[in-house]
């Protein structure tokens, strides 16, 4: 009888062990995978994504950690871990990135969002229909009435970047280099969640508005805004618009922002399907806008938002992963 259990309990956990190993082979290893949730709704709702796929799809032992672009850029850089950064902005952490990539300690696994980190000054769709005359920033000065407020009807108000925020020191120097003081006025809207109220105001009363924005974002989503055009990016002009000691700056597009898969190097090496995953791992920026304001309007998290993305979005994601492992992913939120 005792022989009889024993042979019993060794065949069950063979089986498991089995179906552990059938698992981390999919996966490629045993491992805890960490995805680094940064503290901004379209990071953290990216890294909840990768961890539900590589959970129900590889069968991965993944877990989301909490972070944010320099501590986690600095950790991966000095200790290897998080694993998985799917949303780090490389011109917040310029000289980290430099130092991991020279030591092989990170590596871009791709473009997390398909035309990039976009910045610029915005309206909403409705200014660009009602006013052709209006398709690029060098055509503000002669139309600045338009966005004239009662507080100064003399000139125009272009809303300005949050204090504090890189894009600040930018925005303050092209609107010197486009001579606007004359016409326009620079708000400063206090904080970026000023900013979004101020244009929801606007669109609310089908108001004119322009102002700095950047994209994706549930904002431009939601409230459908166009980024004005901008003349060609040119490097040297650049250099001297994001320093804030410039004193005779020019005109000059502004640089599209380079956001990177961060993988560690070392999960590349011992889980190739994953690293496959991540190479694959790109998204449209107008489709993170159209998901960023559905969890706007429906209160979500970035939990429901990944699994909103999993529900509604199979054409894209299905491409990231091979048939088998897509099954797996369309059973898992059903």
């Known amino acids: ?49 990768a961890q539900k796929i590589l959970v129900a799809g590889y069968g991965c032992n993944a877990e989301v950690v909490p972070g944010d672009t320099v501590p986690t850029a600095t950790s991966m850089l000095s200790k290897g871990e998080p694993d998985i950064a799917p949303e780090l902005w490389l011109s917040s952490v310029g000289e980290i990135w430099t130092k991991a990539k020279e030591k092989g300690i990170i590596y871009k696994a791709g473009d997390i969002f398909s035309e990039g980190g976009q910045e610029g000054w915005w309206v909403p769709d409705y200014v660009v229909k009602e006013h052709p ?15 004239a407020e009662l507080e100064n009807p003399a000139k125009g108000r272009l809303y300005g970047c949050p204090p504090g925020w890189a894009c600040e020191i930018t925005t303050n120097n092209l609107f010197k280099a486009l001579k606007l ?37 549930d904002a431009v989503g939601k409230y459908n805004l166009v980024k004005l055009g901008m003349p060609a990016f040119e490097e040297e002009n650049w250099k001297c618009l994001t320093d804030a000691k410039c004193t005779s ?27 496959e995953f991540l190479s694959k791992y790109t ?3 107008s489709t993170v806008n159209k998901v960023l304001a559905w969890a706007d309007d429906n209160k979500a998290t970035p939990e429901d938002v990944a699994t909103h993305f999993l529900k509604t979005e199979e054409a894209i994601w299905t491409k990231w992963v091979p048939a088998d492992a897509a099954e797996k992913i369309k059973a898992s939120v059903k």
Not at 36 to 49: E, N, V
Not at 207 to 217: L, R
Not at 250 to 269: F, H, I, P, Q, Y
């Open 181 to 217: 003081e004359s016409s326009f006025e620079l708000f400063g809207p206090g904080s970026g969640e000023n900013l979004k109220a101020a244009v929801a105001r606007k669109v609310a009363r089908h108001e004119p508005f322009v102002g700095y924005y950047w994209a994706p974002t």
């Open 283 to 285: 998204i449209p920026n």
């Open 1 to 49: 009888m005792k022989t009889f259990k024993f042979l019993a309990c060794s065949a069950v956990l063979a089986g498991i062990l089995a179906t552990t190993a059938a698992q981390a082979a999919e996966c490629g290893t045993k491992d805890r995978i960490t995805v680094s949730a940064f503290t901004w709704l379209s990071a953290a709702s990216l890294a909840h994504l």
């Open 133 to 147: 005359e209006i398709k690029s920033i060098t055509d503000l000065a002669a139309n600045a009435k338009l966005f």
């Open 249 to 275: 700056p020019k005109v000059t597009g502004w640089k599209t922002g380079e956001v990177a898969v961060a993988v560690a190097s070392t999960l590349k090496a011992k889980a190739p399907p994953v690293a």
